[in-house]
């Protein structure tokens, strides 16, 4: 099969798009024959060597969010067949003995990903676990279930397992042109509460509301405190999801009201932040969490949601697989809205 590899860090000219062997299945695994697949900040982050996940080795294979037909099954294999449409679960938690992938589920320590730190959909064809593989309804095509594994999941763990969000509630949503911010603006929104998002371009906030935003604000122009306070009548929001880090930290902060929480998700501006007021977080009752990695329990419920028609896809570009390099230079720059797709 052809796929897109690469042997050592560093700029796009490091990735190779050759002939390698084909995935064999154990009795547990099928071999999807890839559609499509979503691009992820954590694709060009591991390429260039700035960060990389606990079992990372070369070559390596990117590509998180997988959708494809099941083009060959284990012999222990029931639950799908050959020509089937799938989706694929990339997290490697709960993965039963007769795979190839199992022993990879420590949720806190050397939890095994698909595109991660096991090869993944950069590829005309991928392995993965039979009890990790969704079948996608006629109505969806592969393009729009590439889209959801890793964003969907991500921002519903953040949002409802970690952060707790209910009905009535308010939250900012910062990041609302990427994948887990089109993906957290709707879901917070169908679950009752009033959404408020940022984003770096006055476009991305008019297709924030689109999605479902009460309001929006060009975090580069406004100030984020001063705007959350003005929304709710001075009290501050109950929830701030943060996929941004270091840029938004110490506003978010301020923007929460008494008793609020913001849920970390993310670092895409940097690993560090600073809390401005020790005095203020201890005074309000604020509280920050961290979002962890989300139980294989999650994935099925989550995608019955996503496929009950009430959720927009956003599809900024498709690429062919061999323009890998050029679409995760667009990534790389910030000029996009929702999630770059390869098609093999």
């Not at 694709?43 to 998180?64: K, S, T």
């Not at 993965?95 to 050397?110: A, I, T």
């Not at 924030?208 to 929001?237: F, H, I, K, P």
Request: aromatic letters at 8%.
């Amino acid at each position: 099969m052809k796929a897109v590899f690469y042997t050592e860090p560093g700029g796009i000219e490091v990735l190779k798009y050759q002939e390698v062997d084909d995935p064999v299945p154990e009795r547990g695994d099928v071999v999807v024959e890839v559609a499509a697949t979503s691009l992820n900040r954590l694709d060009v982050l591991q390429r260039n060597g700035w960060f990389q996940m606990p079992g990372f080795v070369y070559p390596h294979i990117a590509g998180m969010d997988v959708a494809g037909t099941v083009a060959e099954i284990g012999s222990e294999v029931s639950n799908l067949k050959i020509g089937d449409r799938v989706v694929v679960d990339p997290s490697l938690a709960g993965v039963s003995e007769n795979s190839l992938l199992q022993g990879r589920g420590d949720l806190f320590g050397d939890l095994g990903i698909i595109g991660a730190n096991v090869d993944g959909g950069y590829a005309e064809k991928c392995l993965a676990p039979s009890s990790h593989v969704y079948k996608i309804p006629d109505q969806i095509s592969f393009e729009d279930a590439a889209t959801f594994p890793t964003c969907y999941l991500t921002a519903h763990h953040a949002l409802f397992e970690t952060g707790k969000l209910q009905e009535g509630e308010t939250v900012i949503i910062h990041a609302a042109g990427s994948g887990v911010g089109v993906a957290a603006i709707q879901l917070a929104k169908n679950a009752g509460a009033t959404v408020f998002a940022t984003a770096g371009s006055d476009e991305k906030c008019d297709k924030a509301l689109e999605l479902g935003a009460s309001n929006a604000m060009n975090n580069r122009e406004g100030e984020l405190a001063e705007w959350a306070r003005g929304l709710t009548q001075g009290a501050g929001v109950d929830m701030v999801m943060d996929c941004v880090g270091t840029a938004l930290f110490g506003a978010s902060l301020f923007a929460i009201g008494v008793h609020g929480r913001l849920v970390n998700c993310g670092n895409a501006s940097g690993d560090e932040a600073t809390i401005p007021s020790l005095g203020y977080l201890f005074h309000s009752g604020i509280s920050i969490i961290g979002s962890d990695p989300y139980e294989p329990s999650e994935f099925g419920p989550v995608w019955e949601e996503f496929c009950s028609g009430d959720y927009q896809v956003e599809i900024d570009s498709t690429y062919p697989l061999e323009a890998a390099g050029e679409a995760q230079e667009k990534m790389l720059s910030g000029d996009f809205f929702g999630k770059i797709i390869l098609t093999p």
